[in-house]
Each structure stands twice: as C-alpha cells, then as structure tokens.
Antibody, heavy 116, light 110 residues
Framework: EVQLVESGGDLVQPGGSLRLSCAAS????????MTWVRQAPGKGLEWVAN????????YYVDSVKGRFTISRDNAKNSLYLQMNSLRAEDTAVYYC?????????WGQGTLVTVSS | QSALTQPASVSGSPGQSITISCTGT?????????VSWYQQHPGKAPKLMIY???NRPSGVSNRFSGSKSGNTASLTISGLQAEDEADYYC??????????FGTGTKVTVL
C-alpha cells in the first residue's frame, strides 16, 4: 500500500528555518516525480514545488523561490522541503504528494506555524 | 501564477446534477490537458477525482465526470449524494512548468 508520511512541522519564529520530510513506502519512490502542496488555515490548496526523479528538474511557486529548496534521497525513499526566511504567510499544513501533473496519493500533512 | 477561478459555492438537492467551473488562461488550462480535480473533506487530505481532464481513477464513482473547452474546465457530479458535500479544487499544468490550483468550491447538498 502506498504511504506518504510527512514530519517536521513546528512553531517557528519569522525569519527562521525548518526542514520538512516525507517518508514514502509501498511504491518505487525513484520512479516518480514528487510534489509539495500547502494549505493555509481556512484557505485553499496551493502548489509549492515539485522535483524530478533524478533531481535534475525542480520548480517552485514564485512566493517561495529563493527561500525554499526541494530535494530528495531516493536511497532513503524520502522527500524534503528546506524552508528558510519563513514568513507568517507560510503558515499552513504542508502535504507531500506523488506525481507531477496529478497526485493520486497524498500524505496526511504536517503543520507549520510561523509566529512570534 | 494566479489561481484558477472557481465559484465559491455550488449547491444541489440529492439526486440532482451540479457542475463546477474552473476558468484559467491560455497559459494553463488552454495550453494543456493536464487538468485534475480533487475532493477535500474537512480535516482530510485531498482525494483525486479526475485527471487528464476526464479520466477517473480506479474506485471513483462514475457520477463524477470532467470536461474542458478552451480556457475552462468543468466537473459534473450527477446523482448528488450527501457524501459529496466537500470542497473541490481544480488544477492545471502551466507553461511555466508549474502547477496552479483553483480557488476552490464548496459543494453543499441541500
């Protein structure tokens, strides 16, 4: 069974950093693009970033470019999101999802709160 | 990277059909057939309902159907049921090689 489990969410001060992880199982992780999507409290879904199987292509939403970095470790079946210079508007539940254009599998999400 | 435009809410009685629209531009919906629809119940992760404009994943009811014309995509739910009450989001691939979500539609079953 496909499983995606996010971790790393926490309360962090504005300007701080956080690294999210997503542990994948139940499928050949190295065969798939992977994606991060976030949802601010009471708001809609927002695509954040995605990464190709071999890390040669990475794409970001404009609002996080230069601050967030997506990466993966295929040997560990893990996806990461390094978040720097965090702002209040980055507060959200962050989901990892399998796929590039569409995502049939999602994790349960991890909450990131940016507040002083 | 502006969000695709969806109606904030759509409602219908059990058994009726409803349609949710999703309007974009020639840089997203008008450029590709990578259009997906997701259902999200409160506190839950999104669930894929339609991909590539009109394809249903295994296990999704055939009461859900999708289509696209130009810069607008649509999701139709026929035979509306109480369990269909949820938020629905469209997505599209874009010419910037990114994805963009719709603003979301709350479906209410009266």
């Amino acid at each position: 069974e496909v499983q995606l489990v996010e971790s790393g969410g926490d309360l962090v001060q504005p300007g701080g950093s956080l690294r999210l992880s997503c542990a994948a199982s139940g499928f050949t992780f190295s065969n798939y693009w992977m994606t991060w999507v976030r949802q601010a409290p009471g708001k809609g879904l927002e695509w954040v970033a995605n990464i190709k199987q071999d890390e040669t292509e990475k794409y970001y939403v404009d609002s996080v470019k230069g601050r967030f970095t997506i990466s993966r470790d295929n040997a560990k079946n893990s996806l990461y999101l390094q978040m720097n210079s965090l702002r209040a508007e980055d507060t959200a539940v962050y989901y990892c999802a399998r796929g590039r254009y569409t995502s049939g599998w999602w994790g349960q999400g991890t909450l990131v709160t940016v507040s002083s | 990277q502006s969000a695709l435009t969806q109606p904030a809410s759509v409602s219908g009685s059990p058994g009726q059909s409803i349609t949710i629209s999703c309007t974009g531009t020639s840089s997203d919906l008008g450029a590709y057939s990578y259009v997906s629809w997701y259902q999200q119940h409160p506190g839950k992760a999104p669930k894929l309902m339609i991909y590539d404009v009109s394809n249903r994943p295994s296990g999704v009811s055939n009461r859900f159907s999708g289509s696209k014309s130009g810069n607008t995509a649509s999701l139709t739910i026929s035979g509306l049921q109480a369990e269909d009450e949820a938020d629905y989001y469209c997505t599209s691939y874009t010419t910037s090689r990114t994805l963009v979500f719709g603003t979301g539609t709350k479906v209410t079953v009266l």
